[in-house]
């Protein structure tokens, strides 16, 4: 079927496919729920309980959109088991799955990490993913087609001093989306990861980046552009990733980064 032209006129991108969000209520995944939402697709939103459910979901609904908010920690293997049958059980279909739920996690050299701050960032930013896609892919797998886009960063690629935890994470993110892509690419399954540089959402707020100026600065300063990101310049490359524009890409992670990673 010929897609519907967008409200700008060009072809929608996304015409009735199912697209599951973790993390989807604040920052980088609500800028990717709007964009897929105006891209014509149902939205799915798994995140823990926050007092910014409504509101975001009213954001997503203004774009048209059917949305729908699922309570789910994804550190939890048997809750997102349930959310991924409760997208099915609403949608039918399963069509792009964004494992983009994380935390930053309490800084500190490795050697005075506590077990429980290592652990808590392993379990929401790797083991999250992992439960993501098992679940996903088990889905996808029965329909014979799919896209996954995980969230790594550009801490999968190089250390940050008092981030281990967090960039042991997200190192292995790009291992578990290769690895998969691999296993996946004759089935009809694509499997990406985006990695952004400092992006300005309430992750960097609550790692105390943007709230002190002289910090937010030397970030700031990380980045050859000389800015912070912008949550709607990753959804950008999450519509390239999910749609048909990447039907060649697979096992790759897209760097959007201001040029942090080419120095
Ligand atoms: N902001 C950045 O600079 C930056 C850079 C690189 C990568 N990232 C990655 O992008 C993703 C989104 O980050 P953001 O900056 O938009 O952060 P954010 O804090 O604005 O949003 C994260 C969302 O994840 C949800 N979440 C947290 N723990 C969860 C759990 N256990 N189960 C389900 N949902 C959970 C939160 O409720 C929130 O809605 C993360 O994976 C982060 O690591 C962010």
């Known amino acids: 079927m010929e897609?519907?032209?967008s409200p700008k006129g060009c072809p929608v991108k996304l015409e009735n496919k199912t697209v599951f969000i973790t993390g989807g209520l604040s920052g980088i995944g609500k800028a990717c729920a709007i964009a897929a939402a105006k891209e014509g697709a149902n939205?799915?939103?798994?995140?823990?309980?926050s007092p910014m459910v409504e509101e975001a979901m009213e954001e997503i609904k203004a774009e048209n959109a059917k949305a729908i908010f699922i309570e789910c920690d994804v550190a939890v293997f048997a809750q997102v088991q349930m959310a991924v049958e409760k997208v099915v059980a609403t949608f039918t279909t399963l069509d792009v799955a964004l494992n983009n739920a994380g935390i930053g996690g309490e800084?500190?050299?490795v050697g005075d990490m506590t077990e429980e701050a290592w652990l808590k960032v392993i379990g929401v930013n790797l083991n999250g993913v992992f439960n993501g896609m098992k679940h996903e892919l088990t889905q996808m797998a029965k329909q014979k087609n799919?896209?996954?886009?995980?969230m790594a960063s550009i801490l999968s690629k190089v250390g940050f001093a008092t981030s281990a935890h967090y960039?042991?994470?997200k190192h292995a993110v790009i291992g578990l989306t290769q690895t998969a892509a691999l296993?996946?690419?004759t089935e009809g399954i694509r499997i990406n990861a985006i990695c952004p540089g400092f992006i300005d959402?309430?992750?960097l707020a609550k790692g105390g980046i943007t709230d002190h100026e002289e910090v937010k600065q030397q970030i700031i300063n990380l980045h050859p552009m000389k800015r912070l990101g912008k949550s709607e310049e990753i959804a950008n490359g999450f519509i390239f990733l999910a749609c048909d524009d990447s039907s060649f890409v697979t096992g790759t992670a897209l760097e959007i980064d201001g040029g942090y990673l080419a120095q």
């Open 167 to 169: 960039v042991a994470a």
């Open 183 to 185: 296993e996946y690419a």
């Open 107 to 109: 800084p500190n050299k």
């Open 43 to 49: 939205i799915a939103i798994a995140d823990i309980k």
């Open 146 to 150: 799919g896209v996954i886009i995980n």
């Open 3 to 5: 897609n519907l032209p």
């Open 201 to 203: 959402t309430p992750l």
